[in-house]
């Protein structure tokens, strides 16, 4: 998975007006994303970085099946991706903070480690798009939050490395 990430990333770096524009409109477009990556994969796989790429996929797991947003073959290896929206400019009112994706509810970050962690012995990731960029220390705060049965999930990115607009969060468990 590792060696599509920047592709995806410099992907999404090019649609800065996007996420300007989602931001003022305090909007969590997740079918935006997805379709964006509809079209990327495809890309990913002519390219050679990537041999093969399902979207919406039932997955057996200790709790019954579950649709994973996306699954990847890279390298003969089987990834699972969930992916998450994460608006927190609070442009129109609305109560998502960061500290919101965090919560344990049906809505945040926590849903989706838990779901993942109940798929057995395979490369699991979340990709959150989180705009405009929290900044390192609002990150951490909010990365702190995480109950202690979630610790295994760990941030490879880091909001330094993405401009203002966008920070790309790439989680996966250690």
């Not at 079918?31 to 041999?51: N, Q």
Request: with cysteine; proline share 6%; glycine share 6%.
């Amino acid at each position: 998975m590792e060696t599509i990430l920047e592709p995806i990333k410099n992907w999404f770096l090019n649609k800065r007006d996007y996420f300007i524009t989602f931001a003022k409109a305090d909007s969590r477009l997740e079918s935006w994303f997805k379709a964006e990556l509809i079209l990327l994969l495809p890309k990913l796989v002519e390219s050679g970085l990537l041999e093969d790429f399902g979207r919406e996929c039932k997955v057996s797991t200790s709790a019954g099946r579950k649709q994973v947003d996306f699954s990847l073959t890279v390298r003969g290896e089987l990834h699972y991706c969930e992916l998450k929206a994460m608006c927190i400019s609070q442009a129109a009112g609305t109560p998502r903070n960061l500290g919101f994706y965090f919560r344990d509810d049906n809505v945040g970050l926590i849903k989706d480690f838990k779901k993942l962690d109940t798929i057995p012995g395979c490369n699991k990731w979340v990709l959150g798009f989180v705009y405009p960029n929290p900044g390192l220390s609002h990150w951490v705060d909010a990365a702190n939050f995480l109950p202690d049965s979630l610790k295994h999930w760990q941030c490879v990115t880091k909001p330094k490395d993405f401009p203002n607009y966008l920070f790309i969060s790439v989680w996966k468990p250690s």
